[in-house]
Nanobody
Framework: QVDLVESGGGLVQPGGSLRLSCTASTNSMAHMLEMGWYRQAPGKQRELVAN???????SYADSVKGRFTISRDNAKKMVVLQMHNLKPEDTAVYYC?????????WGQGTQVTVSS
């Protein structure tokens, strides 16, 4: 079982920034071939925000392009989502996930609230 531990959510005003991090409890890159973030707002389906491969190839949802940046540190087994120019519509629970050769897992979720 590979656990994911998230941190960094919170309350921020529109236009502000937050940094989410997610650390995996594994020493094997085979368990972290792809990592990323989904989010789920109240009453809405979970949607992919950004992901990144083991070779650091990143992709983003159109709604966050130019505002969010995903990165990973394989030595630290960590993926980071840097969010800038946050908007009220970014309010959601953000979930870290991973995919590996033997399956995947989810983090527990962290709340991001963008409000004045």
């Amino acid at each position: 079982q590979v656990d994911l531990v998230e941190s960094g959510g919170g309350l921020v005003q529109p236009g502000g920034s937050l940094r989410l991090s997610c650390t995996a409890s594994t020493n094997s890159m085979a368990h972290m071939l792809e990592m990323g973030w989904y989010r789920q707002a109240p009453g809405k389906q979970r949607e992919l925000v950004a992901n990144i491969t083991s070779l650091s190839r990143a992709s983003y949802a159109d709604s966050v392009k130019g505002r969010f940046t995903i990165s990973r540190d394989n030595a630290k087994k960590m993926v980071v989502l840097q969010m800038h120019n946050l908007k009220p519509e970014d309010t959601a629970v953000y979930y870290c996930y991973r995919k590996g050769t033997l399956g995947g897992s989810w983090g527990q979720g962290t709340q991001v609230t963008v409000s004045s």
